[in-house]
């Protein structure tokens, strides 16, 4: 009977995932339909272990607490979430981002396996934080080009459809067949967890060509318009221009645009401008490949936007003279 019984749960809830994987799959797949942001929304939950786990972890801790909690919880992740989101696409700066998400998997697990029934008014504080975190990651990594609401969109969709997954599972586990198979659910969380945090660091690799040749003109403008000069920058349009033609089928479709709004600055304000919606495209691409060189770096100022620099030991603004050390390196390529 037990055995049937976990037949049936699998029966509803591998329809829930595979509707997720397979909508942002086929929206990926046909990407002249995929300009308001729905499609990566939807698909960033899904993206890592880490945020499968702590979300799916949530729904279970909040079944197996019982009560106002089966939609308190989740509803404070998702809310959280959302905040932690705004706050990504904006590029304010949220310290530990990284280490919140991985230590939202251990200690949701542990939550689970040992059964901890704590009162809401600590509950929801608790989920929001790693929710705040989860968000974040969602909204630094949106594609610049998206739009904030339906992205926003997707990735809440899929979060509480993940949560569903959780309180479906454990609910049903503790009605038909025993509370320990949820704690045994969060010993597998941890297990999976520690897969996380022992599994090997993606290696630094260079960039592909294409790439390459636009990124080494466009750091050459960067430093030349940091430096508040605009000595060599039409050169270095050129050059970057004359990459992004030669490889335009290969990078994001905005480039030559931008490179062409490049090319025609005629002084330093004017190229400082044309440098803005650049900067974008190249870190989107950046962040859709996965680079990993250890070498580029995403550094952002709030007054200004966000850029790439080549080293990390000094932030250099292109954008503004007066202020050529506001900015925070946010991430690495």
């Known amino acids: 009977m037990t055995t049937l019984r976990l037949r049936s749960l699998a029966g509803l809830c591998l329809p829930a995932l595979t509707f997720l994987f397979a909508s942002s799959l086929s929206l990926h797949a046909h990407p002249g339909h995929n300009v308001s ?7 960033h939950p899904l993206s890592g272990l880490d945020h499968v786990l702590a979300m799916v972890a949530v729904g279970l801790w909040a079944a197996q607490i019982g009560g106002r909690a089966r939609w308190a919880v989740p509803a404070t992740f998702v809310g959280a979430m959302t905040l932690g989101g705004i706050l990504g696409m904006a590029g304010i700066p949220v310290p530990f981002v990284e280490q919140g998400i991985l230590v939202s998997v251990f200690l949701l697990g542990l939550l689970i396996a040992f059964a901890v029934r704590l009162p809401l008014a600590a509950t929801a504080p608790l989920v929001g934080v790693f929710a705040l975190c989860h968000g974040y990651a969602h909204g630094a990594e949106a594609p610049a080009h998206a739009s904030a609401l339906t992205y926003s969109l997707g990735f809440i969709l899929a979060t ?10 454990g609910v049903m586990i503790q009605r038909f ?3 320990a198979l949820v704690r045994a659910g969060g010993v597998a969380v941890i297990a999976l967890g520690g897969l996380l945090l022992t599994s090997a660091p993606v290696a630094a690799a260079p960039l592909d060509k294409p790439l390459q040749s636009v990124i080494d003109p ?4 960067t430093t030349a318009l940091a430096s508040d000069s605009f000595k060599n920058v039409p050169e270095s349009a050129a050059a970057l221009n004359k990459a992004v033609e030669a490889n335009a089928k290969m990078l994001p479709p905005t480039l030559p645009k931008e490179a062409t709004a490049l090319t025609q600055a005629k002084d330093i304000a004017s190229a400082r401008l044309a440098l803005k919606p650049l900067s974008a495209s190249l870190i989107s691409a950046l962040a859709a490949q996965k680079t990993k060189t250890g070498t580029l770096y995403e550094v952002f100022c709030p007054m200004s936007g966000s850029w790439l620099q080549s080293d990390n030991k000094k932030v250099r603004n292109p954008y ?7 900015g925070d390196f946010k991430r690495t390529f």
Do not use: K, V
């Not at 509480?160 to 599972?169: E, R, V, Y």
């Not at 466009?218 to 403008?221: K, N, R």
């Open 160 to 169: 509480t459809t993940l949560h569903a997954i959780g309180i479906g599972l």
């Open 218 to 221: 466009y750091l050459a403008i």
């Open 320 to 326: 503004d003279a007066t202020m050529s050390e506001c």
């Open 37 to 43: 942001g729905f499609a990566p929304g939807l698909a």
């Open 177 to 179: 067949c025993s509370p």
